[in-house]
């Protein structure tokens, strides 16, 4: 059992593939604690087990992932692979002219993050838990338009939720 952002628990990085509405679980790892490799660094371990003639097929791959794989380390991975992303991203992601994400005002903008010499793509989402909504940012290095991208981001979080709810106590 570790802590990670607060959590405790058993932390783990998944790896499963999409095909429509299909979703097949393709590998996990358990982080281990401060001092092993990062998420991201495990992620981008388990992304190396897919066969590329897999990812590299017919239809362009695309990986989703969660704001904790948002690191310049684990998108450049990603891109040096010839996959294209969607990554969740925090508000205060600094950009190379000095603003943070935050600071956009149209969905869709073409922006350099800090660390990255690719132009991205960015949008946001608005989540609506408890009674506060939460506005949540996502990028990608295709451009995908604002609300399409938005709408993307939002499925990818719909997703996350049931990973949350799958590891919450069991209700009877």
């Known amino acids: 059992m570790h802590t990670c952002h607060s959590v405790h628990g058993v932390h783990l990085v998944v790896l499963y593939l999409c095909c ?9 790892q358990v982080w281990r604690g401060k001092g092993t490799p990062s998420p991201a660094q495990l992620a981008l371990k388990l992304l190396r087990t897919v066969p590329l003639a ?7 791959s695309r990986l989703h992932a969660d704001g904790g794989f948002e ?4 998108i ?26 935050r600071d956009l005002m149209v969905r869709g903008s073409l922006v350099k993050p800090t660390g990255l010499d690719q132009a991205m793509c960015v949008s946001w989402v608005w989540l609506y838990r408890n009674k506060e909504p939460e506005q949540r940012f996502v990028m990608s290095n295709l451009d995908l338009g604002g ?26």
């Not at 429509?20 to 996990?28: Q, T």
């Not at 897999?54 to 362009?60: D, S, V």
């Not at 891109?79 to 994400?101: A, E, F, P």
């Not at 991208?149 to 009877?172: D, E, H, M």
């Open 20 to 28: 429509g509405e299909l979703r097949l679980p393709w590998a996990f």
């Open 54 to 60: 897999l990812l590299l097929g017919k239809r362009r």
């Open 71 to 74: 690191s310049t380390e684990f």
């Open 76 to 101: 450049q991975g990603v891109l040096s692979r010839g996959l294209d992303i969607v990554v969740g991203v925090r508000c205060n992601r600094k950009l190379k002219d000095g603003r943070q994400m």
């Open 147 to 172: 609300k399409y991208l938005a709408r993307v981001g939002k499925r990818r979080w719909r997703t996350l939720r049931l990973f949350q709810n799958g590891q919450g106590p069991l209700r009877t």
